[in-house]
């Protein structure tokens, strides 16, 4: 049971009758002091205000005998299985009344806090026996992961809503929020740039590889080196009997190669840098890549790991492929514990036995963090070709180039030998034979898909 406003409304209005009722005693009294007055009206007050108490504790329960029962109703929810991170949702609440009396209610829906409700999430209803209502919410979450609603509290109250029924029922329902993928707006223009490797547009300049695609006559601005001779001594010419025409090889992008991805899940995933994780800047790098190695014919296979694998996607091309890694990155937070590089070429093998290019997301900003990776570096890069692709701080970059105080001094002193001890751990990984990419956060997926479009126009995976 709950009271509302109204009836402390109510019992406050007792005021007037109770100040009236203790003068009109006191005046009625006839007492010969001003003493005896006071008493007579003081006691006529008490008087009123048990009488009034009285008659408003009846009404509320009269009026709490009227109201429906709140645990005489069904509840069906309505959501969307899946939506991107920033996106908004909506969620329906279907509340029907199995009373035999009209329900009239405050409705509240018990979503967690980083679903994020918009607006209240307390809702009015009145519903006639038997029939039912729609709670509709706007949800716009600002977590990734599964965000869950357990509990419905409805406050049903009487005719007069003096005294209310209160019943919390369970009503559970959870709405899956993928990664955003903002990155994807970079795909189009690297497609076009994988296009024009693999030679499906209208360009003067064929994409070199390594896998054979076709012969066909030289044309002027042909590379001569690519002039086949024993094709061109078979290759009679009919407008100059005995002569030859030239032919040339043409090549195409690699296709059906192996692309892994370990995304970093430890610790230094936690950080956030330029007020995003580095693991939500992990996960945008993984699906721009992994959306244009599918375009590019390449089999791609993503792990998340740190001393256990918290998730896996292998064997997924085209549309599959993506739809399960958002799937699975959706539910994966950084862990507070310290990576098992040592682990990783044992789980890189389990994925596949061919050549392949591993792509590391990680941390590489301190030596002390990086020194698990760069002894675990020489078994990958023996075998496979690598890039260690991480965050770099764009705060750290300004904060080394000012220098207007003191303070900023200091602070520049501070940034300075943290981007130093990156460059450090960069040049170490280039000597084990692997390569890097850093960028800040909003350009790192585009600069790791531009490498991978190097590679591939260098034939070298």
């Known amino acids: 049971m709950t009271i509302s406003g109204r009836f ?15 003068a009109l005693a006191g005046a009625a009294s006839g007492a010969p002091t001003p003493a005896s007055v006071a008493a007579a009206g003081g006691q ?8 009034w108490a009285a008659l408003c504790v009846g009404l509320g329960a009269i009026d709490l005998s009227l109201a429906a029962s709140p645990r005489r109703v069904a509840l069906q929810r309505e959501l969307p299985p899946r939506v991107r991170l920033g996106e908004a949702a909506d969620s329906h609440l279907i509340v029907q009344n199995l009373g035999g009396r009209a329900l009239r209610a405050v409705v509240r829906d018990g979503w967690q806090p980083s679903a994020g409700v918009v607006g209240a999430n307390r809702s009015r209803l009145r519903i006639p026996a038997g029939e039912r209502r729609r709670v509709s919410l706007v949800l716009v979450p600002r977590r990734r992961g599964d965000r869950r609603v357990q509990q419905v509290t409805i406050r049903s109250a009487g005719p007069l809503g003096l005294w209310s029924r209160q019943a919390t029922l369970a009503a559970p329902g959870v709405l899956r929020v993928l990664p955003p993928f903002a990155s994807r707006v970079h795909l189009p223009s690297r497609l076009t740039r994988l296009r024009e490797l693999d030679g499906r547009t209208p360009i003067l300049i064929r994409g070199q590889g390594t896998e054979f695609d076709s012969i066909r006559e030289y044309v002027r601005g042909d590379d001569v080196r690519s002039i086949d001779w024993r094709a061109t001594a078979r290759r009679t010419d009919p407008d100059a009997p005995g002569g030859t025409r030239l032919m040339v ?35 945008e790098a993984s699906l721009l890549l992994s959306a244009l190695a599918s375009h590019a014919g390449d089999r791609v296979d993503w792990l998340a790991w740190d001393r256990r694998v918290r998730g896996r996607v292998h064997g997924a091309n085209g549309a599959e492929l993506l739809a399960k890694l958002v799937d699975v990155m959706a539910t994966i937070d950084p862990e507070l ?74 602070r520049a002193a501070a940034a300075e030998r943290a981007l130093l001890d990156g460059a450090r751990v960069e040049a170490a990984i280039r000597r084990l034979g692997a390569e890097t990419v850093s960028a800040p956060p909003h350009e790192l997926p585009p600069a790791l898909a531009d490498r991978y479009l190097a590679l591939k126009a260098a034939g070298r995976l």
Do not use: C, K
């Not at 190669?257 to 800047?281: C, F, N, Q």
């Not at 020194?371 to 750290?396: E, F, K, N």
């Open 337 to 410: 514990i310290e990576a098992d590089w040592a682990a990783v070429p044992a789980q890189v093998r389990r994925l596949t036995s061919r050549r392949a290019l591993v792509v590391l997301l990680t941390g590489v900003d301190s030596p002390a963090n990086a020194a698990g990776l760069l002894a675990m570096l020489p078994q990958l890069t023996s075998r496979h070709l690598v890039i260690v692709a991480s965050v770099a701080d764009p705060d750290a970059v300004a904060a080394s180039a000012r220098t207007e105080d003191l303070d900023d001094v200091y």
């Open 8 to 22: 402390v409304l109510l019992l406050a209005l007792g005021v007037v009758p109770i100040v009236v009722a203790g």
């Open 44 to 51: 006529a007050a008490w008087l009123m205000l048990l009488a």
């Open 249 to 283: 090889r043409t090549w195409r992008p690699e296709r059906d190669r192996r692309i892994v991805i370990v995304t970093d899940t430890s610790r230094t995933a936690a950080a956030r840098v330029a007020d995003e994780p580095r693991l939500d800047t992990a996960f």
